[in-house]
């Protein structure tokens, strides 16, 4: 079965992603994501091309992280001067 066909029986995308050890691969998104937070990713490819890590831009979320851009602590609006 050619790797299309699965794929899109499957629902689910793979990206390419060489570890450090040289190795090539596919995984999932979310694989992907615990890799990267392990430091054991050397490159993947995006749909603009391979992307190596050290060296373009890569945003990491970290497990457990919430989706917002605030960080915990004391809310502004409640305190007094």
């Known amino acids: ?9 499957t629902g689910r995308s793979y ?4 570890l450090k050890d040289g190795t090539y691969h ?3 998104p979310r694989v992907l ?3 990267l937070e392990s ?5 993947f490819k995006r749909s603009s091309g391979w992307t ?16 917002h851009n605030y960080t915990d602590g004391h809310d502004r609006r409640m305190m007094t001067h």
């Open 39 to 43: 430091h054991r990713v050397h490159k």
């Open 52 to 67: 190596t890590i050290g060296i373009d831009p890569v945003r990491i979320k970290k497990s457990g992280e919430a989706n």
């Open 33 to 35: 994501d615990v890799l």
């Open 1 to 9: 079965m050619p790797e299309s066909v699965f794929l899109s029986k």
């Open 15 to 18: 990206i390419d992603v060489i």
């Open 26 to 28: 596919h995984f999932t």
